[in-house]
């Protein structure tokens, strides 16, 4: 059952109205060179960057994980980063089997 809470706390909580929205983005991930490793994720937070968005994630054991988030405080991400973010993954050498989620709320993450 929802709550009644007011503005303030809603607020507060990133709840209803205020609800910040982002996706999950996944692939397999060669890890067969560290220092190239770096600079894939240095050009994947540039790339990132660019579209003032952030990620929380990181590769291991053959997998890359990673949750993607608007900059701005009460921003949520859009469709077009969602696609954008997808294409850049499939496109990059090191990334294969991508799989981006649908949006969802980052407190449910």
Request: charged fraction near 30%; proline fraction near 1%; hydrophobic fraction near 40%.
């Amino acid at each position: 059952m929802q709550k009644q809470r007011n503005r303030r706390l809603r607020k507060k909580l990133y709840v209803g109205e205020f609800a910040k929205f982002g996706f999950r983005a996944d692939a397999h991930f060669d890890l067969l060179n560290h220092g190239c490793n770096d600079q894939f994720f240095d050009d994947f937070a540039d790339f990132l960057e660019s579209r003032e968005l952030l990620f929380v994630g990181g590769a291991s054991q053959g997998a890359f994980d990673a949750f993607v988030i608007a900059d701005e405080r009460y921003e949520s991400t859009t469709e077009d980063d969602r696609q954008a973010v997808q294409a850049w993954l499939a496109a990059h050498p090191k990334c294969s089997e991508v799989v981006v989620s649908e949006m969802q709320d980052m407190n449910d993450f």
